[in-house]
C-alpha cells in the first residue's frame, strides 16, 4: 500500500446520517461527508487489518511512483467538512471509531454456509 497518497476516509454510516440531517432540517446543497482523519493509504489498510486481527506486517509499504500508474493520483485530498458540521450538525466518525463500528455489525451478519 502507498505511503504518499493521504485520504480523508468516509464512513458509509456518516454518508446516511448526513442524508437523514439534510432531509430532516429540510437543507439542499453541497456537502462534504467525511472522516476527519488524514492518514495515509498504507496506514488505513494497517487499520483494516488490525481491526480484524490480521497480519499488519504482510502489507508492504510502496510509493505511488512504483505502481506505474497511467493516471496520476493526487498525494492528498479529502472534504472540508465544517459546512456539514455547521449547517447539519453533522459529527463524524473517526478512522478506527468506524472501523469498529463496522466490525461489530458484521458480527451480527450471518454468513452464509460454505
Known amino acids: 500500500m502507498v505511503v504518499d497518497q493521504f485520504r480523508l476516509p468516509s464512513f458509509v454510516v456518516n ?30 489498510a494497517c487499520e483494516i487489518a488490525s481491526t480484524w486481527e490480521l497480519d499488519t506486517s504482510l502489507i508492504e509499504k510502496i510509493s505511488t511512483d512504483s505502481l506505474g500508474q497511467p493516471a496520476k493520483r493526487p498525494p492528498r485530498t479529502g472534504f472540508e467538512v465544517d459546512k456539514a458540521k455547521r449547517e447539519l450538525g453533522f459529527r463524524p466518525v473517526g478512522i478506527k471509531e468506524g472501523l469498529q463500528i463496522l466490525a461489530a455489525r458484521m458480527k451480527g451478519v450471518s454468513q452464509p454456509n460454505k
Not at 18 to 41: P, Q, R, T
Open 15 to 44: 454518508l446516511a446520517e448526513a442524508c437523514i440531517l439534510c432531509v430532516e432540517k429540510n437543507v439542499g446543497g453541497v456537502f462534504h461527508i467525511s472522516s476527519e482523519d488524514y492518514l495515509d493509504m498504507h496506514s488505513f
